[in-house]
């Protein structure tokens, strides 16, 4: 198995688009891949479709029904919030401990590439004391931190760097996911935050015709390349 969290520098910012793009190209190159998103909100239950995990499955060539999308994705919330929040609406809380053993069960049992998409920015409440970040880090798998190209993407992708290297998490690429506003192109931002994160994988993908983006990335990622370095 190789697994890696793929989380982002906020919500809406391409979290799943990522996912999804990189379980799509590695099977296209004959590559296992897999993807669970262990926690939804914001979850339609008559459109499971259009879901986050819907996109994952349909990515891994799998039928989106309610057993398939419960299998991949356990925790799944109606209101569109941060997890803490949309639990309490529900009167139902999140344990991290089961998160964790659910998210390892799934790793160990993945033939090759698993990722385990996580919800919101890496710093978004998962309840009252814990966080994404701390998710990520008791998992001690690395990290994809995906965030956009609008301007001040730059500040919120270094804030997220630091929280997360705070935490001894790896961070094994950065990719760019480019967003409907962007004030300069994705490889100039990219090369601008190089600059402050040397160690870390910048990859661009853009809106349209990232098929070969995909590809590099997923290529990047699999088994057969070298253990990324611990940013």
Not at 100 to 113: D, M, N, Q, V
Not at 171 to 195: C, F, G, N, R
């Amino acid at each position: 198995m190789t697994p890696y969290f793929v989380t982002a520098t906020g919500t809406d910012i391409g979290k799943t688009y990522v996912t999804a793009g990189i379980i799509r190209a590695a099977r296209q190159a004959g590559q296992d891949a897999m993807g669970i998103k262990p926690i939804m909100s914001g979850y339609n239950e008559f459109n499971p479709e259009a879901s986050d995990a819907g996109a994952l499955l349909a990515a891994m060539g799998k039928p989106v029904t309610e057993q398939t999308i419960a299998a991949i994705s356990p925790w799944r919330f109606t209101a569109p919030l941060s997890p803490d929040m949309a639990a309490s609406r529900e009167k139902r809380s999140l344990s991290l401990r089961s998160i964790l053993t659910f998210c390892r069960i799934a790793a160990e049992a993945a033939p090759g590439l698993m990722l385990i998409e996580g919800v919101g920015g890496a710093m978004v409440p998962l309840d009252n004391f814990y966080t994404v970040r701390d998710w990520i880090s008791a998992l001690e798998i690395p990290a994809i931190l995906v965030a956009g190209t609008y301007l001040g993407t730059i500040s919120h992708t270094l804030t997220a760097v630091e929280a997360l290297q705070a935490r001894q998490v790896t961070i094994s690429a950065t990719v760019l996911s480019q967003s409907l506003s962007s004030p300069v192109p994705p490889d100039e931002t990219a090369y601008a935050m190089a600059k402050f994160v040397p160690r870390i994988p910048i990859f661009t993908i853009p809106r349209h015709n990232n098929e070969t983006a995909f590809k590099r990335l997923a290529w990047a990622l699999s088994p057969h390349q070298p253990a990324a370095v611990r940013a």
